[in-house]
Protein backbone atom coordinates (compact mmCIF):
# COMPACT_ATOMS: atom_id res chain seq x y z
CA UNK A 1 0.00 0.00 0.00
CA UNK A 2 0.86 3.23 -0.39
CA UNK A 3 -0.03 6.62 1.27
CA UNK A 4 -1.95 9.66 -0.86
CA UNK A 5 0.52 12.16 0.10
CA UNK A 6 3.00 10.45 -0.99
CA UNK A 7 1.59 9.97 -4.35
CA UNK A 8 0.07 13.70 -4.32
CA UNK A 9 1.59 15.58 -1.98
CA UNK A 10 -0.58 17.45 0.05
CA UNK A 11 -4.03 19.16 -1.27
CA UNK A 12 -3.87 22.50 -2.73
CA UNK A 13 -5.99 25.35 -1.18
CA UNK A 14 -8.39 26.67 -4.20
CA UNK A 15 -8.79 30.52 -5.07
CA UNK A 16 -11.76 32.50 -4.98
CA UNK A 17 -11.04 36.16 -5.75
CA UNK A 18 -13.43 38.56 -5.87
CA UNK A 19 -16.36 39.05 -8.18
CA UNK A 20 -16.10 39.48 -12.07
CA UNK A 21 -17.55 42.95 -13.22
CA UNK A 22 -15.83 42.94 -16.44
CA UNK A 23 -16.61 39.66 -18.14
CA UNK A 24 -12.97 38.98 -18.33
CA UNK A 25 -12.69 36.48 -15.21
CA UNK A 26 -11.21 33.05 -14.69
CA UNK A 27 -13.51 29.79 -14.68
CA UNK A 28 -13.99 28.89 -11.20
CA UNK A 29 -15.36 25.16 -10.61
CA UNK A 30 -17.22 24.83 -7.50
CA UNK A 31 -18.60 21.72 -5.66
CA UNK A 32 -21.77 22.92 -7.88
CA UNK A 33 -19.80 21.33 -10.55
CA UNK A 34 -19.40 18.02 -8.82
CA UNK A 35 -21.64 15.18 -10.61
CA UNK A 36 -22.11 11.63 -8.55
CA UNK A 37 -20.32 10.27 -11.37
CA UNK A 38 -17.04 11.62 -10.68
CA UNK A 39 -17.19 13.52 -13.70
CA UNK A 40 -16.98 17.42 -14.30
CA UNK A 41 -19.89 19.11 -15.13
CA UNK A 42 -19.26 22.44 -16.84
CA UNK A 43 -22.76 23.70 -16.55
CA UNK A 44 -22.96 27.01 -14.44
CA UNK A 45 -19.38 27.38 -14.21
CA UNK A 46 -18.98 31.24 -13.43
CA UNK A 47 -16.24 33.33 -13.75
CA UNK A 48 -14.24 34.95 -10.81
CA UNK A 49 -11.47 38.16 -10.89
CA UNK A 50 -8.27 36.40 -9.13
CA UNK A 51 -5.82 38.77 -8.52
CA UNK A 52 -3.07 36.55 -6.21
CA UNK A 53 0.16 35.87 -8.13
CA UNK A 54 2.09 32.77 -8.23
CA UNK A 55 -1.02 30.91 -8.78
CA UNK A 56 0.32 28.79 -12.10
CA UNK A 57 0.50 26.03 -10.35
CA UNK A 58 -3.58 25.78 -9.53
CA UNK A 59 -4.82 25.91 -12.82
CA UNK A 60 -5.73 22.85 -14.21
CA UNK A 61 -4.20 20.28 -16.00
CA UNK A 62 -5.20 16.87 -17.60
CA UNK A 63 -5.74 14.10 -14.84
CA UNK A 64 -5.76 16.29 -11.75
CA UNK A 65 -8.21 15.42 -8.81
CA UNK A 66 -10.68 18.05 -7.34
CA UNK A 67 -11.43 16.86 -3.69
CA UNK A 68 -14.37 18.55 -2.07
CA UNK A 69 -13.26 19.97 0.84
CA UNK A 70 -16.74 21.21 2.50
CA UNK A 71 -20.01 20.60 1.68
CA UNK A 72 -22.24 17.21 2.05
CA UNK A 73 -25.22 16.40 4.62
CA UNK A 74 -25.79 13.67 7.10
CA UNK A 75 -27.04 11.16 3.81
CA UNK A 76 -23.99 11.98 1.74
CA UNK A 77 -20.88 12.76 3.38
CA UNK A 78 -18.47 15.15 2.04
CA UNK A 79 -15.10 13.98 0.14
CA UNK A 80 -16.82 13.99 -3.40
CA UNK A 81 -13.79 13.74 -5.94
CA UNK A 82 -13.91 14.65 -9.58
CA UNK A 83 -11.82 13.97 -12.89
CA UNK A 84 -10.57 16.87 -14.74
CA UNK A 85 -9.72 16.13 -18.39
CA UNK A 86 -10.88 19.72 -19.58
CA UNK A 87 -8.76 21.94 -21.65
CA UNK A 88 -5.62 22.57 -19.53
CA UNK A 89 -4.00 26.11 -17.54
CA UNK A 90 -8.02 27.41 -18.25
CA UNK A 91 -9.63 26.57 -15.31
CA UNK A 92 -9.31 27.54 -11.32
CA UNK A 93 -11.18 25.71 -8.23
CA UNK A 94 -12.93 27.00 -5.40
CA UNK A 95 -11.68 27.60 -2.02
CA UNK A 96 -14.24 24.87 -0.63
CA UNK A 97 -12.18 22.25 -3.05
CA UNK A 98 -8.59 21.28 -2.77
CA UNK A 99 -6.39 19.98 -6.28
CA UNK A 100 -4.84 16.65 -5.77
CA UNK A 101 -2.08 15.98 -8.35
CA UNK A 102 -0.33 12.48 -9.10
CA UNK A 103 4.04 14.01 -9.35
CA UNK A 104 5.26 10.66 -11.04
CA UNK A 105 3.03 9.73 -13.39
CA UNK A 106 5.37 6.89 -15.09
CA UNK A 107 4.60 5.33 -11.52
CA UNK A 108 0.50 6.55 -10.95
CA UNK A 109 -2.21 6.43 -13.60
CA UNK A 110 -4.04 9.41 -11.86
CA UNK A 111 -7.05 8.08 -13.29
CA UNK A 112 -6.22 4.97 -10.84
CA UNK A 113 -5.85 7.18 -7.84
CA UNK A 114 -9.14 8.32 -9.17
CA UNK A 115 -10.77 5.37 -8.88
CA UNK A 116 -9.34 4.55 -5.68
CA UNK A 117 -10.55 7.71 -4.09
CA UNK A 118 -14.38 7.44 -5.98
CA UNK A 119 -14.73 4.16 -4.64
CA UNK A 120 -13.72 5.14 -1.11
CA UNK A 121 -15.85 7.54 -0.82
CA UNK A 122 -19.01 5.62 -2.27
CA UNK A 123 -18.23 3.11 0.48
CA UNK A 124 -18.36 6.16 3.15
CA UNK A 125 -15.14 6.17 3.60
CA UNK A 126 -14.38 9.75 4.22
CA UNK A 127 -17.29 9.68 6.95
CA UNK A 128 -14.46 9.48 9.22
CA UNK A 129 -12.66 12.16 8.59
CA UNK A 130 -15.33 14.92 8.51
CA UNK A 131 -15.40 17.69 11.10
CA UNK A 132 -18.89 18.96 11.51
CA UNK A 133 -20.06 22.53 12.26
CA UNK A 134 -23.55 23.75 12.69
CA UNK A 135 -25.11 22.60 9.38
CA UNK A 136 -22.07 22.50 7.54
CA UNK A 137 -19.48 19.25 6.59
CA UNK A 138 -15.46 20.29 6.15
CA UNK A 139 -12.98 17.06 5.43
CA UNK A 140 -10.27 17.41 7.43
CA UNK A 141 -8.13 16.98 4.23
CA UNK A 142 -4.80 17.22 5.31
CA UNK A 143 -5.30 14.47 7.78
CA UNK A 144 -7.25 12.10 5.01
CA UNK A 145 -4.48 12.59 2.47
CA UNK A 146 -1.87 11.80 5.07
CA UNK A 147 -3.87 8.24 6.37
CA UNK A 148 -5.28 7.41 2.68
CA UNK A 149 -4.16 4.28 1.52
CA UNK A 150 -3.93 3.05 -2.25
CA UNK A 151 -3.39 -0.17 -3.34
CA UNK A 152 0.31 -0.39 -5.28
CA UNK A 153 -0.24 -2.24 -8.82
CA UNK A 154 2.26 -1.57 -11.59
CA UNK A 155 1.55 0.68 -14.07
CA UNK A 156 0.28 -2.17 -16.56
CA UNK A 157 -2.41 -3.35 -14.08
CA UNK A 158 -3.72 0.34 -13.11
CA UNK A 159 -4.05 1.35 -16.91
CA UNK A 160 -6.15 -2.30 -17.51
CA UNK A 161 -8.34 -1.48 -14.46
CA UNK A 162 -9.02 1.99 -15.64
CA UNK A 163 -9.77 1.10 -19.69
CA UNK A 164 -12.21 -1.39 -17.97
CA UNK A 165 -13.77 1.10 -15.55
CA UNK A 166 -13.66 3.56 -18.57
CA UNK A 167 -15.35 1.09 -20.76
CA UNK A 168 -18.35 0.51 -18.02
CA UNK A 169 -18.48 3.94 -17.57
CA UNK A 170 -19.24 4.55 -20.96
CA UNK A 171 -21.97 1.58 -21.28
CA UNK A 172 -23.69 3.64 -18.40
CA UNK A 173 -24.02 6.50 -19.88
CA UNK A 174 -24.82 5.43 -23.43
CA UNK A 175 -27.69 3.39 -21.55
CA UNK A 176 -28.77 6.39 -19.60
CA UNK A 177 -29.24 8.20 -23.17
CA UNK A 178 -31.39 5.86 -24.72
CA UNK A 179 -33.50 5.98 -21.28
CA UNK A 180 -34.09 10.00 -21.93
CA UNK A 181 -34.53 9.20 -25.49
CA UNK A 182 -37.75 7.03 -24.58
CA UNK A 183 -38.80 9.32 -22.18
CA UNK A 184 -38.52 12.25 -24.73
CA UNK A 185 -40.87 9.51 -27.00
CA UNK A 186 -43.77 9.43 -24.05
CA UNK A 187 -43.61 12.72 -23.52
CA UNK A 188 -44.37 13.37 -27.55
CA UNK A 189 -46.57 10.91 -27.84
CA UNK A 190 -48.57 12.45 -25.15
CA UNK A 191 -48.31 15.78 -27.13
CA UNK A 192 -49.27 13.89 -30.14
CA UNK A 193 -52.60 12.50 -28.44
CA UNK A 194 -53.44 14.91 -26.40
CA UNK A 195 -51.49 18.27 -27.05
CA UNK A 196 -49.78 20.54 -24.72
CA UNK A 197 -51.94 20.34 -21.75
CA UNK A 198 -50.59 24.03 -20.63
CA UNK A 199 -51.99 26.13 -23.31
CA UNK A 200 -54.62 23.39 -24.27
CA UNK A 201 -53.92 23.70 -28.16
CA UNK A 202 -55.93 20.84 -28.70
CA UNK A 203 -59.13 22.54 -27.42
CA UNK A 204 -60.10 20.05 -25.19
CA UNK A 205 -62.42 20.07 -22.77
CA UNK A 206 -61.10 21.44 -19.81
CA UNK A 207 -62.45 21.65 -16.02
CA UNK A 208 -61.25 22.80 -12.89
CA UNK A 209 -58.53 20.41 -11.01
CA UNK A 210 -60.85 20.74 -8.11
CA UNK A 211 -63.47 19.13 -9.72
CA UNK A 212 -61.63 15.94 -10.88
CA UNK A 213 -58.84 15.36 -8.47
CA UNK A 214 -58.29 15.45 -4.61
CA UNK A 215 -55.01 16.40 -3.00
CA UNK A 216 -53.95 14.85 0.43
CA UNK A 217 -50.93 15.39 1.98
CA UNK A 218 -49.52 12.56 4.17
CA UNK A 219 -47.89 11.61 7.65
CA UNK A 220 -45.32 13.66 9.64
CA UNK A 221 -42.50 10.88 9.41
CA UNK A 222 -39.05 11.90 11.54
CA UNK A 223 -35.90 11.29 10.44
CA UNK A 224 -34.80 9.02 12.37
CA UNK A 225 -37.48 6.50 11.09
CA UNK A 226 -36.25 6.37 8.03
CA UNK A 227 -33.27 4.21 6.52
CA UNK A 228 -31.58 4.76 3.62
CA UNK A 229 -31.87 1.14 1.98
CA UNK A 230 -34.72 -0.93 2.58
CA UNK A 231 -34.38 -3.86 5.05
CA UNK A 232 -36.58 -6.47 6.86
CA UNK A 233 -37.79 -3.85 9.28
CA UNK A 234 -38.45 -0.76 7.03
CA UNK A 235 -39.42 -2.35 3.61
CA UNK A 236 -41.68 0.41 2.54
CA UNK A 237 -40.50 3.30 0.18
CA UNK A 238 -41.04 6.63 1.95
CA UNK A 239 -41.93 9.48 -0.13
CA UNK A 240 -41.24 13.27 0.77
CA UNK A 241 -41.23 16.56 -1.14
CA UNK A 242 -38.58 15.19 -3.58
CA UNK A 243 -39.44 11.81 -3.74
CA UNK A 244 -38.05 8.99 -2.34
CA UNK A 245 -36.44 9.98 0.93
CA UNK A 246 -35.98 6.44 2.14
CA UNK A 247 -37.61 3.20 3.43
CA UNK A 248 -39.50 2.88 6.77
CA UNK A 249 -41.84 0.40 9.01
CA UNK A 250 -45.21 1.06 7.98
CA UNK A 251 -47.02 2.61 4.82
CA UNK A 252 -50.10 4.79 4.95
CA UNK A 253 -51.20 3.85 0.85
CA UNK A 254 -51.52 0.83 -1.16
CA UNK A 255 -52.05 1.09 -4.96
CA UNK A 256 -51.18 3.38 -8.20
CA UNK A 257 -50.90 7.08 -7.39
CA UNK A 258 -49.13 10.18 -8.36
CA UNK A 259 -47.43 12.00 -5.74
CA UNK A 260 -47.16 15.69 -6.20
CA UNK A 261 -43.38 17.26 -3.90
CA UNK A 262 -45.58 20.45 -2.38
CA UNK A 263 -42.40 21.77 -0.01
CA UNK A 264 -38.84 22.87 -0.78
CA UNK A 265 -36.95 23.69 -3.99
CA UNK A 266 -38.43 21.01 -6.10
CA UNK A 267 -41.77 21.46 -5.13
CA UNK A 268 -43.68 20.65 -7.64
CA UNK A 269 -42.80 17.50 -8.55
CA UNK A 270 -44.32 14.60 -9.80
CA UNK A 271 -43.71 10.69 -9.31
CA UNK A 272 -45.38 7.62 -9.83
CA UNK A 273 -45.55 4.94 -6.04
CA UNK A 274 -46.78 1.69 -7.06
CA UNK A 275 -47.84 -0.79 -4.48
CA UNK A 276 -47.35 -0.41 -0.62
CA UNK A 277 -45.78 3.05 0.46
CA UNK A 278 -45.99 5.77 2.62
CA UNK A 279 -46.47 9.69 1.59
CA UNK A 280 -45.14 12.44 4.13
CA UNK A 281 -47.03 15.48 4.90
CA UNK A 282 -44.41 17.52 2.14
CA UNK A 283 -45.87 14.68 -0.27
CA UNK A 284 -49.39 15.39 -1.71
CA UNK A 285 -51.35 12.23 -3.30
CA UNK A 286 -53.47 12.86 -5.60
CA UNK A 287 -56.51 10.63 -6.27
CA UNK A 288 -59.14 10.92 -9.18
CA UNK A 289 -62.58 11.61 -8.37
CA UNK A 290 -63.71 11.25 -11.69
CA UNK A 291 -63.01 7.69 -14.36
CA UNK A 292 -59.05 8.61 -15.23
CA UNK A 293 -56.41 6.02 -15.96
CA UNK A 294 -53.31 6.71 -13.05
CA UNK A 295 -50.82 6.19 -15.88
CA UNK A 296 -52.51 9.19 -18.27
CA UNK A 297 -52.90 11.16 -15.07
CA UNK A 298 -49.53 11.09 -14.13
CA UNK A 299 -48.17 12.20 -17.72
CA UNK A 300 -50.49 14.81 -17.32
CA UNK A 301 -49.42 16.15 -14.24
CA UNK A 302 -45.93 15.66 -15.49
CA UNK A 303 -46.64 18.18 -18.41
CA UNK A 304 -48.37 20.63 -17.02
CA UNK A 305 -45.03 21.62 -14.92
CA UNK A 306 -46.51 22.37 -11.59
CA UNK A 307 -43.50 23.88 -10.67
CA UNK A 308 -44.71 27.13 -12.68
CA UNK A 309 -47.12 27.47 -9.38
CA UNK A 310 -43.86 27.35 -6.49
CA UNK A 311 -44.87 30.44 -4.22
CA UNK A 312 -42.02 31.62 -1.47
CA UNK A 313 -38.68 32.49 -2.41
CA UNK A 314 -36.81 31.36 0.72
CA UNK A 315 -38.78 28.56 1.46
CA UNK A 316 -40.72 27.66 -2.23
CA UNK A 317 -43.71 25.40 -1.54
CA UNK A 318 -46.97 24.97 -3.47
CA UNK A 319 -50.31 25.54 -2.33
CA UNK A 320 -53.53 23.18 -2.59
CA UNK A 321 -55.51 26.16 -2.75
CA UNK A 322 -54.01 27.94 -6.24
CA UNK A 323 -53.50 24.23 -7.97
CA UNK A 324 -57.16 23.48 -7.54
CA UNK A 325 -57.86 26.40 -9.48
CA UNK A 326 -55.71 24.92 -12.41
CA UNK A 327 -57.76 24.50 -15.45
CA UNK A 328 -56.83 21.34 -16.89
CA UNK A 329 -57.82 19.01 -19.84
CA UNK A 330 -59.90 16.01 -20.30
CA UNK A 331 -60.28 13.40 -22.63
CA UNK A 332 -62.30 10.23 -23.27
CA UNK A 333 -61.31 6.77 -20.99
CA UNK A 334 -60.41 5.08 -24.32
CA UNK A 335 -57.56 7.07 -25.26
CA UNK A 336 -56.24 7.66 -21.87
CA UNK A 337 -55.79 3.75 -21.76
CA UNK A 338 -54.48 3.31 -25.41
CA UNK A 339 -51.68 5.77 -23.86
CA UNK A 340 -51.09 3.76 -21.20
CA UNK A 341 -50.58 0.66 -22.85
CA UNK A 342 -48.52 2.61 -25.43
CA UNK A 343 -46.37 3.54 -21.67
CA UNK A 344 -46.38 0.17 -20.51
CA UNK A 345 -44.61 -1.50 -23.88
CA UNK A 346 -42.25 1.29 -23.80
CA UNK A 347 -41.16 0.84 -20.37
CA UNK A 348 -40.89 -2.50 -21.11
CA UNK A 349 -38.13 -1.46 -23.78
CA UNK A 350 -36.71 0.20 -20.82
CA UNK A 351 -36.20 -3.14 -18.66
CA UNK A 352 -34.66 -4.89 -21.53
CA UNK A 353 -32.14 -2.50 -22.31
CA UNK A 354 -31.37 -2.24 -18.74
CA UNK A 355 -30.94 -6.58 -18.91
CA UNK A 356 -28.80 -5.81 -21.82
CA UNK A 357 -26.36 -3.62 -19.28
CA UNK A 358 -25.86 -6.47 -16.42
CA UNK A 359 -22.35 -5.29 -16.69
CA UNK A 360 -22.42 -2.00 -15.31
CA UNK A 361 -22.72 -4.24 -12.19
CA UNK A 362 -19.25 -5.61 -12.56
CA UNK A 363 -17.94 -1.90 -11.74
CA UNK A 364 -18.60 -2.34 -8.19
CA UNK A 365 -16.74 -5.65 -8.11
CA UNK A 366 -13.58 -3.98 -9.86
CA UNK A 367 -13.96 -0.84 -7.40
CA UNK A 368 -13.54 -3.56 -4.92
CA UNK A 369 -10.73 -4.92 -6.45
CA UNK A 370 -9.06 -1.39 -6.35
CA UNK A 371 -8.85 -1.89 -2.46
CA UNK A 372 -7.86 -5.64 -1.88
Not at 9 to 16: C, D, K
Not at 80 to 86: L, M, P, T
Not at 136 to 146: C, G, M
Not at 279 to 298: G, Q
Request: proline share 3%.
Amino acid sequence: MAKLIDITGRALSGEWGIDDETGDGVPVLRTTNFTNEGVVNYNDVITRTITKKNIDQKFLRKGDIIIEKSGGSDKFPVGRVIYFDGDENTYLFNNFTGLLRVKDKKIWNSKYVFYSLFANYRRGGTRAFENKTTGIHNLKTDDFVSRFDIYELPIKEQNLICEKLDKIYNIIKLRRQELLILDDLIKARFVEMFGDPIINSRHLETKDLQDVLMFKAGDFTAASDISDEPSETNPYPCYGGNGIRGYVSEYNQDGEYSLVGRQGALSGNVQFAVGKFKNTEHALLVTPIVEMNNTWLNHLLLNLDLKRYQTGAAQPGLSVKNLQEIQIICAPIDQQNQFADFVRRTDKSKSARNRRYFIVNKRDEIYNSIEK
